[in-house]
Structure formats: structure tokens, C-alpha cells
């Protein structure tokens, strides 16, 4: 559900990331250019009985050139690879300057967490009573995050013998590693709703079910949200079973590991650990 008219700058971080990875990739590509720039030459490429025949083409050549035997098909590669060096130096060149000029002009502050732009900023700046006045265009993430667990749902019923365990926040779960990745999720600072209905639509039939994924989280900086599953008796068989099909039904609805569902597994040999919980906080909500 969207809460706000504009989600919050992430593009400024991610475009300083790729200045990076531009200019390495110039600083190879120079280097191995100026290995040839003494050398003028070209690579022709015919085609002949369907087979591609390479020619050598220098100004004394031009324009037939020489043919290339397929004894010496690596000097062909060179050419083909310098001329490709070449004409890709020039592109992120271009592509350099631009996103420079963007990241000179942008209108951004920047922060150590992430960067918060002028829209935000201007909201941020005014006092609280000025504040309660305006809907802003983009809110603060805890305006957005207290909206976002703002909403109401009807969680699956658990059986009368079924064991307790409840997390630090008072929330009752069905797992001990279900308490771990809750505690950890509340550690972090993450918002998640515990067993949120989702009602999917099934690719052969087109019936629909509704499933309660053991979690929805909100990654607060990009507002984009995560289901987590996680699936603790792998040594069984028939479990295994069921969360292949429960995997396949994700995707037939757009649901992938990766980019939008966060999947942890565990047996009695390979148990839920922490460090395993805390790097998928890491590397999708935070």
C-alpha cells in the first residue's frame, strides 16, 4: 500500500556507486588502449559459404586488407577486442560526465546513512507544529513506518496444544527460530506484520489462496516490502514437498527469492543461526 506521493531519494547512493565502478572501468580500459594507441589498424570481418573470414586492414591495405589465417584467429581477437576497448572508452566517458554532472546538480543532502533530499529536508527543518499542518510529499520514515503497522489483519489461529514461544515484544510465534528472526527484525528497527494474509492466484486452476507468510517486512529506506518465509524441518520430506509448491506458487505471482521474498531454511544438522538472520537484514531491509 503506498502511504506517500513521493518515496523517499535512494538514487544519489547508488549513482555514487556507479561513478565508482565507471571510473575503474575507464582506468583499465586506458591502460590497456595506450598499450596500442601507436598502432593504426582495423579488423574487416566477410562472410564467405556462411564461415566469417578476418582481414588485417592498415592504411597501405585499406580497404580489402590482409587476410588472417585461421592459424592466427588470436590476432583477429586482438583487434576485435582493442577496436571494442576503443569505442567503449568513449561511451563511459560520456556516461562519467553525465552522471557527474547529475550528482553536482542534484538536489540532495547527503547523510551517512543515506541521502535525504531537498523535499525531505524542507519538511524536516520545520518545527513540529508547522508540521502538523502539512501532509508532506514524502514522509519521515517513523511517520511511514507508525502508518505502515498501523494495519489490521486476522492471523492464523494456533492449536490448543501447540507450544508458546513469544518474542521480546509480547508477540506470540510458532518456532524458536520464528523468535529469533523476530527479535532480530525489532532489534534492527525493521517494521514487519507476523502472518499477514496473502491471497495468490494459482497457475493452473486461476482459483485463488490465501497464505500467511511468516512475515512482512518494510525496508524503510526504499519502502519496499519483503515477505520472509522461513522453513524449519527440512530433513522432512513431505515438508520439503509442500514448500516447493508454496515456492512455485510465489513465483507464478511474482514473488522471487532476491526481490521481494527472503527465504530461510534450517534441519537438525543445519540449524537457524543469527549471523545467517542479521545478513538477510542486511543485504534486503536495511
Known sequence: MKYEQLKPNTIIPELEERLLELRES??????????????????RIAQKNG?????????????????????KQALAQKMAQKDYNEKSVKLLQKEINA?????????????????????????????????????PLTLTNEQYAAQWKNATWQ?????????????????????????LIANALAQHGIPYHYEYPLTLRRHQTHDTSTLHPDFLCLNLRTRQEFFWEHFGLMDSAEYVANAVSKLNLYAHNKITPGK?????????????????????????LK
Do not use: W
Open 99 to 135: 552522471t557527474e554532472r547529475y550528482l553536482k546538480q542534484a538536489c540532495a543532502y547527503q547523510s551517512k546513512a543515506h541521502a535525504i533530499s531537498k523535499i525531505q529536508a524542507l519538511y524536516n527543518k520545520m518545527c513540529p507544529a508547522r508540521q502538523n499542518l502539512i501532509n
Open 260 to 284: 521481494n521474498l527472503i527465504i530461510t531454511m534450517e534441519s537438525q544438522a543445519e540449524p537457524l543461526t543469527p549471523s545467517v538472520i542479521n545478513q538477510m537484514i542486511n543485504d534486503f
Open 155 to 179: 492471523g492464523l489461529p494456533f492449536a490448543q496444544d501447540a507450544p508458546v514461544y513469544t518474542t521480546t515484544q509480547g508477540e506470540r510465534v510458532r518456532s524458536k527460530s520464528e523468535v
Open 51 to 71: 564461415h566469417p573470414q578476418y582481414y588485417y586492414v592498415t592504411k597501405n591495405t585499406y580497404p580489402a586488407g590482409t587476410y588472417i589465417p585461421k592459424n
Open 26 to 43: 575507464l582506468k583499465k580500459l586506458n591502460e590497456s588502449v595506450s598499450k596500442h594507441t601507436s598502432e593504426s589498424y582495423s579488423l
